[in-house]
């Protein structure tokens, strides 16, 4: 069955400068292979990861995953199954790199851009990792990136942090300045310019379809929208039990983040926020095949009420 339901709490996260500096409740984080799709399907293009929140898209590095709802608003970029974790710290340590949106900059101004790295971004290195620091600028194609690091005593690096100047500015933070980093680098690009953009469109609107159906608990809608091979294998009875299970998950907002796409497979990652308090949240996915050129539901994952 493809239809997976699963009882899931967060706690709520507090990130504060947008970098590092995070405040922590007790407790691990963990987070899942959520661009992994458990029917393998041919690619027509090489993976990428798409936030629609920060309206940015890069390259999803080999045998890596990508999170952006256990902490909303920042994409986790990991290796293995899950990435368990009691801070940023630990993560950096397991070769996580954390890409975040910089609320402060709203559009492509260098040197808005080159100010908040030399003010902000070094100044948080220091402070935070006790450390000296080292800020470079480098351009790729039409994209100034400013690159900030964090020294110890030695000159061995401790933090890598890139700043890209896109539309809506981002920064990219890890522990060094390794592979994965430099592809997403390579590859980071507006979504808004992206020639994937009319293609994922169409799959985000699928899947924004597909929970109006879910949130009226419409089973035989669902079922219309989904693959053949979903179809033989759920039941509308087995379909409309699992919305029911789910139906106060929708009282509060309901948001598609981002996704992962490879062409013929779009998996979303959906973050469904209470009612009367948005710090809280349950999260789910879903995931579409192309049949033809028509995107169709292959699996959900909802969140129980």
Not at 266 to 271: D, E, G, K, M, P
Not at 282 to 301: I, N, P, R, S, Y
Request: net charge positive.
């Amino acid at each position: 069955m493809k239809i997976r339901i699963h009882k899931q709490s967060k706690k709520t996260y507090l990130v504060v400068l947008l970098i590092i500096v995070v405040c922590l409740g007790v407790g691990t984080f963990v987070w899942h292979k959520y661009n992994k799709t458990a029917t393998p399907v041919a690619a027509t293009v090489n993976a990428r990861y798409v936030s629609f929140e920060g309206s940015y898209t890069f390259a999803i590095p080999e045998n890596r995953s990508v999170d952006e709802i256990s902490i909303p608003g920042v994409a986790l970029v990991y290796s293995g199954d899950s990435v368990q974790a009691k801070s940023f710290d630990e993560l950096y340590a397991n070769g996580v790199i954390a890409i975040q949106p910089i609320s402060a900059l709203k559009d492509n101004n260098t040197e808005a851009l080159k100010k908040y790295a030399n003010d902000v971004v070094t100044a948080d290195l220091r402070k935070s990792l006790h450390s000296a620091s080292d800020l470079q600028e480098l351009k790729q194609g039409n994209i100034v990136i400013e690159k900030a690091y964090a020294i110890d005593k030695d000159g061995k690096r401790l933090r890598t942090i890139y700043a890209f100047g896109l539309t809506q500015p981002v920064l990219a933070a890890a522990a060094d300045e390794g592979g994965a980093l430099k592809i997403i680098s390579s590859s980071i690009e507006d979504f808004n310019k992206s020639k994937l953009k009319p293609d994922i469109d169409k799959a985000a609107n699928t899947t924004k379809q597909i929970l109006t159906l879910a949130k009226s608990k419409d089973a035989s809608g669902i079922l219309k929208q989904s693959t053949g091979d979903l179809r033989k294998k759920m039941s509308k009875d087995k379909l409309s039990e699992a919305l029911q299970a789910s139906a106060s998950r929708f009282d509060g907002s309901v948001a598609i983040v981002g996704g992962s796409y490879n062409g013929n497979v779009f998996i979303a990652q959906v973050l469904f926020r209470t009612k009367n308090d948005t710090t809280k949240f349950a999260t789910g996915t879903v995931e579409l095949h192309k049949e033809g050129d028509v995107w169709k539901l292959q699996a959900m994952q909802l969140p129980t009420s």
